[in-house]
């Protein structure tokens, strides 16, 4: 695999893990001990950190990719593994 490949694969993964870090750590108003501000939705998040966001997923997606890697390279899981219906012909 190019390095490129592996670079845009990485930001995949990066980019997907956004999602899947960002509801940890959340506090509400109500949670946190807050007034809310007026027209303040009640699941609004109480402080926004980007930076400690940022890490987080910087470190979740770089296991997620380290181990997609080291699957690539040693080919722990292949898609006829993954062929529960029998439909895998061959072909790539």
């Given at each position: 695999?190019?390095w490129?490949?592996?670079l845009?694969?990485?930001f ?6 956004v999602?899947?870090v960002?509801?940890?750590g959340?506090?509400t108003?109500?949670e946190?001990g ?6 303040q939705a ?18 979740v997606a770089t296991?997620?990719w ?5 699957n690539?390279?040693?080919g ?6 993954l ?8 072909v790539?």
């Amino acid at each position: 695999m190019r390095w490129t490949s592996a670079l845009a694969i990485y930001f995949l993964f990066w980019a997907f893990s956004v999602f899947f870090v960002l509801p940890f750590g959340v506090k509400t108003s109500d949670e946190a001990g807050v007034e809310r501000v007026p027209g303040q939705a009640e699941s609004a998040p109480h402080e926004f950190h980007p930076g400690k966001i940022a890490k987080r997923v910087t470190i979740v997606a770089t296991i997620l990719w380290s181990l997609y890697m080291l699957n690539f390279h040693f080919g722990w899981l292949t898609p006829q593994m993954l062929d529960v219906f029998g439909t895998w012909n061959g072909v790539e």
